[in-house]
RNA sequence: GGGCACUUAGCUCAGUUGGUUAGAGCGCAUGCCUCACAUGCAUGAGGUCAGAGGUUCAACUCCUCUAGUGCCCACCA
């Protein structure tokens, strides 16, 4: 017999591990019919990132699944990739080059790009290396990058199959803009945060020759340099302050533009003066009031934030913050500038690099939303794809509801080119396609008028463009590869809530419109990973606990069943490094117990056909209980798999294999250890625990598993492709776990007896246990021996008897146990223990007696719950009477 | 402004469709290096389940309100 190293140490051993799964090829899978699929998609990480807690609770949570469905004999399909982050890796590697002292634009676009995908290159891999180290079991050669050879022509194919449905359009709109990464975002990559700024009330002089301007109207803002583009004044018709000024001119300060009052009900009489100063080229809501009324659009920015030509000769060039301190200094010249109170209100930042995002008014590409919506929502609403937890079906489904355009072009260079090409001559036609060629590659002439004057659109699609595609772009989409049809849909979807409109919801719009179908069937949300603070982890922030320090301290097991056990579904985590204790430990007790079980096993014994013991007499009463423990735990575990309730599985684990297996059934056997029937359960028992504690902890597992004696039915030689075990229902006795349940009572009873009276741990003690009851007589006087072990009892002596002399009493259900201790007892002390008790249980008794009493629950209340009251109500007055007895044998 | 979540032991959190004595880990106290494990063993102390009301025979659990905390969404400039 092989024995294990006293301790265990991790890191000697997952590394070789891992190369053996990968080497044998237990990751790939690939279609077989004779088997079901099981597949899901990695979120795909940026090429920027590094393993973070957030990913390692995700990435073990999928692990999990996969390496259970595997073991169910499932063809389970993991696909790993990452993603391009387009701004991300261009603010990178643009930040780099400046570093070496070179500007991107010095640089060129083409070979800008060449350098990035050097870097990437050299750096991209790093997440997929950390991946491994956390155990994960990918099909690593499957894996895809957005900016692939396949995945691109997929993306170029959805451009062109949404333009030709008239879903893609370009347009000039307001949009958000960020002024350092210099591209426009979409609505999402805006995060708006709360901003603790100020509201200016300016005052706009109204135009009136004879009255010589005296006349004003008030206006409120928070971008007061804004104004430089401001074409209008509205307010409310309804607003009886302004009536007298309908129709009037007012006057622009600063740059004397004249200005239209105009009327609209969309202005709020509450806000400010009520009186809104119109700029659609740089708000929204004024852009629509733009186009309502007929308003120039004036945009008084540049691509960088600062102020362009329009804005009048003393401003250009300044910054949009620079502009603001000047604008208001001029006006307080003027006497233009009324007063300015703090107002806090939420504004857009850039997701990347949290500068604040302005709104302006830019051409860019628009994919309709509404139409890809609505299957999308009939998926959810008819239960074809479930949340977990459920409450994000509303999160999601509200945000479908109300879906607006996406805009997904940016002004950058790493990224799939937008496919469309521009003919010089047909652009000067009318309409808005004209000139525009939309292709997969650059036509060598233009289709209609045979110019060969072609440009392509420079700007890049949206990151979220290629990944809304994943779950059938990884399998070979627009090719119908076997791959495809084998596993798509996928079966599970693994990810965290901020991601949620970002990708999740694009990924079924995406999957409805171009498969035809659900692109995976539920939806698991992990809570966030948060500091002990309740902050989330940041780099920035500097509070982070990095994954790859904890595997280092704790080993990779460690990590991983600490953050899951410590997961609720769905609920944040907050995580602080001693909560890796936890796993560390449990892998240790794990191995210790292994370790003393194989130091212990005979092979010969253990070889044989074990299944055949399960029928026999030869089964003791604690061999049947912790079988009946540990096929009722993978029952539950298996269930809470697939309920996605990964704590709960984790946690019936733990329970079981600690504080079961190891503190009760080890201890009992250790009297019984060359006993064949024990030989088997010890083994059968753990071997089927480390099956089911595989997909938590991998490679402690696979360790032990390795030294045990091997079994003929086992098929491969690892732990990670042996079958999930199986549940022998008829093995789980409820009325066995009860019995024991007193047995332990009982034990502990003896045990605390033996503690209030300081008695010495070695000395042993007799007992004499008063039996009532035959049924409690024969579970006890079956399993004397051990008892009197685990108790440390040197005389047992049961049946009917009086109280012995001078001894301390202890009452468990319908027995009682007296250890005589000559001289040892404080009366007085043992007199108030023994009261405490009759108190405590007497307070319960009453409790029940009132609801038996009570004619409504006697009634109302199902037979089996007044039976158990009933019952309790019994066990309780017996035990208080034998308490009172004891307190009176005292006093005597 | 709208929505969601959370409030249970000193700390961090579990608690299955309402139903026996509300649990765990850590911490604490006491005693143990008992020949698998001190990353351990044994025993114990510690809770009006945020507050108020309601539904029910029965509420930590369901409903309403209040307070606090956190998150998400949102074009009141």
């Not at 301790?7 to 090829?25: F, M, Q, T």
């Not at 009086?802 to 259900?813: L, T």
């Amino acid at each position: 017999m092989t024995e294990l190293p006293k301790a265990y140490n991790p890191h000697d051993v997952e590394d070789r591990i891992y190369k053996v799964w990968e080497e044998k090829g237990y990751f790939r899978a690939k279609p077989d019919p004779k088997k079901k699929p099981y597949s899901i998609v990695i979120p795909p990480p940026n090429i920027t990132g590094i393993l973070h807690m957030g990913h390692a609770l995700n990435n073990t949570i999928q692990d999990i699944l996969i390496r259970f469905k595997r073991m169910q004999g499932f063809e389970s399909e993991w696909m790993p990739g990452t993603d391009h982050a387009g701004i991300a890796t261009q603010n990178v590697v643009e930040k780099k080059l400046y570093r070496e002292g070179v500007k991107r634009h010095d640089l060129g676009r083409e070979k800008f790009v060449a350098e990035v995908w050097k870097w990437r290159e050299e750096y991209g891999n790093t997440i997929i290396r950390q991946l491994k180290k956390l155990g994960c079991s990918c099909d690593w050669e499957r894996t895809r990058f957005t900016m692939d050879e396949g995945l691109s022509d997929a993306v170029l194919e959805v451009f062109i199959r949404l333009y030709g449905k008239g879903l893609i359009y370009k347009g000039n709109y307001i949009i958000n803009w960020c002024p350092r990464c210099m591209t426009a975002l979409s609505d999402e990559e805006s995060q708006h945060k709360d901003v603790d700024g100020m509201l200016y009330y300016i005052k706009y002089p109204v135009k009136d020759p004879e009255r010589g301007g005296e006349d004003h109207v008030v206006v409120a803002t928070t971008r007061p340099e804004t104004m430089l583009g401001d074409v209008a004044v509205a307010v409310n018709p309804e607003d009886g302050r302004y009536s007298h000024i309908h129709g009037k001119t007012l006057i622009l300060p600063l740059l004397n533009r004249e200005l239209k009052l105009v009327l609209d009900p969309v202005v709020d009489l509450k806000f400010g003066t009520g009186a809104l100063k119109v700029t659609p080229a740089h708000d929204p809501v004024d852009f629509e009031l733009g186009r309502k009324h007929d308003l120039e659009q004036v945009n008084v920015m540049n691509d960088d934030g600062t102020i362009n030509s329009n804005g009048g000769e003393d401003y250009v060039g300044l910054d949009r913050f620079e502009a603001r301190e000047a604008i208001i200094e001029d006006l307080k010249e003027r006497g233009l500038f009324v007063k300015s109170e703090p107002h806090r209100h939420a504004v857009g930042h850039c997701y990347r690099c949290h500068t604040m995002v302005e709104p302006r008014l830019s051409p860019q590409w628009f994919v309709r939303m509404k139409p890809l919506a609505e299957p999308a929502i009939k998926a959810v609403e008819t239960g074809d794809i479930k949340f977990y937890p459920e409450r994000w079906t509303k999160v999601y489904l509200d945000w479908m509801y109300n879906i607006r355009d996406w805009c997904i072009s940016r002004q950058i260079w790493w990224g799939h080119r937008i496919p469309v090409y521009y003919c010089e001559q047909c652009q000067d036609e009318a309409g808005p396609a004209a000139g525009v060629i939309v292709s997969k590659t650059k036509p060598a002439k233009c289709p209609k008028c045979g110019g060969r004057e072609i440009e392509q659109d420079p700007d890049v699609l949206d990151t979220w463009f290629s990944s809304w595609l994943w779950p059938f772009s990884t399998l070979g989409w627009p090719r119908e590869t076997p791959e495809l049809k084998y596993f798509y849909p996928t079966n599970a979807l693994v990810t965290a809530q901020e991601i949620i409109f970002f990708w999740v919801a694009r990924m079924i719009m995406a999957g409805m419109e171009f498969m035809g179908g659900i692109p995976f069937r539920h939806v698991y949300i992990h809570g966030t990973v948060r500091d002990a603070t309740g902050t989330k982890m940041s780099k920035s922030l500097g509070n982070i606990i990095d994954p790859l320090d904890m595997i280092k301290k704790y080993g990779t097991d460690a990590l991983r069943f600490s953050i899951i056990s410590i997961t609720a579904q769905g609920q944040d985590v907050f995580l602080s490094e001693s909560k890796f204790e936890l796993g560390r430990n449990f892998a240790n007790k794990l191995w210790n117990a292994s370790r003393f079980i194989l130091m212990n096993l005979k092979p010969g014994e253990v070889a044989a056909d074990l299944c055949v013991v399960y029928d026999t007499a030869e089964l003791s009463f604690a061999d049947r209980w912790i079988l009946s423990r540990f096929y009722s735990t993978l029952r539950s575990v298996g269930k809470c798999l697939d309920e996605y309730k990964f704590n709960e599985a984790a946690n019936a684990i733990y329970e079981f294999f600690w504080h079961e297996f190891c503190d009760w059934y080890i201890e009992i056997v250790k009297l019984s250890i060359d006993r064949k029937t024990t030989q088997v359960i010890l083994y059968k028992v753990l071997e089927k625990s480390l099956r089911m504690l595989h997909p938590f902890m991998p490679f402690v597992t696979e360790e032990i598993w390795q030294k045990l004696p091997r079994e003929k039915d086992h098929e491969g030689d690892s732990i990670m492709v042996q079958p999930w075990p199986h549940i022998q229902e008829k093995m789980i006795s409820k009325e066995i776990d009860e019995k024991m349940g007193r047995l332990i009572e009982l034990i502990t009873a003896i045990r605390n007896m033996r503690a209030v009276w300081n008695i010495e741990p070695q000395k042993a003690i007799d007992v004499v246990l008063n039996v009532h009851e035959a049924g409690g007589s024969k579970a006890i006087s079956e399993n004397i021996e051990f008892i009197k072990r685990l108790a440390r009892i040197t005389d047992l002596k049961i049946g009917k008897f009086p109280k012995p002399k001078n001894s301390a009493a202890a009452v468990v259900k319908d027995i009682e146990a007296y250890v005589p201790l000559e001289g040892l007892i404080d009366f007085d002390k043992e007199k108030a223990r023994l009261a405490k008790e009759a108190a405590k249980l007497t307070n319960e008794m009453n409790a029940i007696s009132g609801r038996l009493q009570d004619e409504n629950f006697l009634s109302k209340a199902p037979e089996d719950v007044v039976g158990k009251q009933r019952e309790r109500k019994s066990e309780l007055e017996l035990q208080i009477k034998k308490l009172r007895e004891n307190l009176e044998n005292i006093a005597k």
